[in-house]
Each structure stands twice: as C-alpha cells, then as structure tokens.
C-alpha cells in the first residue's frame, strides 16, 4: 500500500483547509486509516481515524469539533476537513493505514504505512 497526501498550505487562522490522502493498493475494510502531525520540535501526535468499513470516526480532544475525517470507498481516498484553524494546528500532517487490524487507532505504532506528509501552516 502506497499513501500520497495533499492539500496542505498556509492558512490563517480561523481559516480552513482540506486534506487528502489517496492510497494506492488494497485496503482491507475492517482496518483503520488515520491522521497523525508533527510540529517542530514535538512528538508525532493522533489527530483522527476511520475505519474503513462503517466509518466510525475518532478524534483528538484537541481537534473535536473542528476537523472532520470522511472516506471515499470508491476513490480509496481519506480526508480531512480542517475547520477553525489555530496558530497551534500548524504542523506536518501524516496519513497511516493499518495492514493489520489494531483498535488501538491513537497509537502510531498501530499502523503499518505512512504518507510522506503535508504542511499545515497557520498564521495568526
């Protein structure tokens, strides 16, 4: 599995931007995929995950109520709606797919392939 993510910018602050995570390969419908960010300086740190099949969501405290994560199935495509951007969201944005189911989805060790990342820049 090959994961190509895209969408990320310079944004200002209350501003929004979209995420997109496009895979490549088969994607089993009982895994996970999710989003994880790395500011400079911090460690890498869960932002939301969906499961493949049925959809359900999961999300940081720190992003509930203001990011979004959607699929497309068909598309074998994961998003990420980021709405109310703050100076603090600024970060390089991951992708991850699991090869093996773990419930465990705010763990990055839980999944098996990774996206090379996508900057998110919020000015304030």
């Known amino acids: 599995v090959q994961l190509q993510a895209f969408g990320g910018g310079l944004v200002q602050a209350g501003g929004s931007a979209r995420l997109s995570c496009a895979a490549s390969?088969?994607?089993?419908?009982?895994?996970?995929m999710g989003w994880f960010r790395q500011a400079p300086g911090k460690e890498r740190e869960f932002v939301a995950a969906i499961r493949w099949s049925g959809g359900s969501t999961y999300y940081a405290d720190s992003v509930k109520g203001r990011f979004t994560i959607s699929r497309d199935n068909a598309k074998n495509t994961v998003y990420l709606q980021l709405n109310s951007l703050k100076p603090e969201d600024t970060a390089l944005y991951y992708c991850?797919?699991?090869?093996?189911?773990?419930?465990?989805?705010?763990?990055?060790?839980?999944?098996?392939?990774w996206g090379q990342g996508t900057q998110v820049t919020v000015s304030s």
């Open positions: 390969g088969r994607i089993l419908s009982s895994y996970y």
């Open positions: 991850a797919v699991q090869n093996r189911l773990n419930y465990d989805t705010r763990y990055a060790g839980a999944y098996d392939y």
